[in-house]
T-cell receptor, first 114, second 111 residues
């Protein structure tokens, strides 16, 4: 089955540690996205990538980093510079890098930093 | 900049209608609508493109006023399954691929 997979579903980390969230898709989509979801804040864009080896910052990129070495993979690293990393993280992909295509979402990773 | 959704929340009885609005301060290329149930991933409902093209589920209807940079989602004869949080997403002209979402509208449908 084609889809977008995020792992793990739940993640616990100690404050000050970097952590990497996985996102893989087998839909052959060009565009991939990372969003952060907090109660009452909607989905806020962290980074997006329209093609391999290229990505752009979203509205809240500070404290996060990404890579896009393969079309199917777009991992997100939450660094120790992110002041409030506890949140629900959603990865998405869409067919066309030029936009205008529906986004497919993964099931999310809930990150808790203690 | 996030698009603005209204209302923030709405409660309906089964069979009633609702309208959710989305507005942007930028000229838009597209407007997307998604529904998210608690603890689940958002699910695509509809996309409306500049120029009039639309794609979405048969039972969902929406409008897109390009001049006013506004879109509305129309939910008619609501069912219990319509409950959830509705998000509009926008792509500004010249920034296609940069999909920004609003804060959401929480819809509760009661028997």
């Amino acid at each position: 089955d084609g889809g977008i997979t995020q792992s793990p579903k739940y993640l616990f980390r100690k404050e000050g540690q970097n952590v990497t969230l996985s996102c893989e898709q087998n839909l052959n989509h060009d565009a991939m996205y990372w969003y952060r979801q907090d109660p009452g804040q909607g989905l806020r864009l962290i980074y997006y990538s329209q093609i391999v080896n290229d990505f752009q910052k979203g509205d809240i990129a500070e404290g996060y980093s990404v890579s896009r070495e393969k079309k199917e993979s777009f991992p997100l690293t939450v660094t120790s510079a992110q002041k409030n990393p506890t949140a629900f993280y959603l990865c998405a992909s869409s067919l066309r890098p030029s936009g205008g295509a529906e986004a497919f979402f993964g099931q999310g990773t809930r990150l808790t930093v203690v | 900049q996030q698009p603005v959704q209204s209302p923030q929340a709405v409660i309906l009885r089964e069979g009633e209608d609702a309208v959710i609005n989305c507005s942007s301060s930028k000229a838009l290329y597209s407007v997307h609508w998604y529904r998210q149930k608690h603890g689940e991933a958002p699910v695509f409902l509809m996309i409306l493109l500049k120029g009039g093209e639309q794609k979405g589920h048969e039972k969902i209807s929406a409008s897109f006023n390009e001049k006013k940079q506004q879109s509305s989602l129309y939910l008619t004869a609501s069912q219990l399954s319509y409950s959830g949080t509705y998000f509009c997403g926008t792509e500004a002209g010249g920034s296609q691929g940069n999909l920004i979402f609003g804060k959401g509208t929480k819809l509760s449908v009661k028997p």
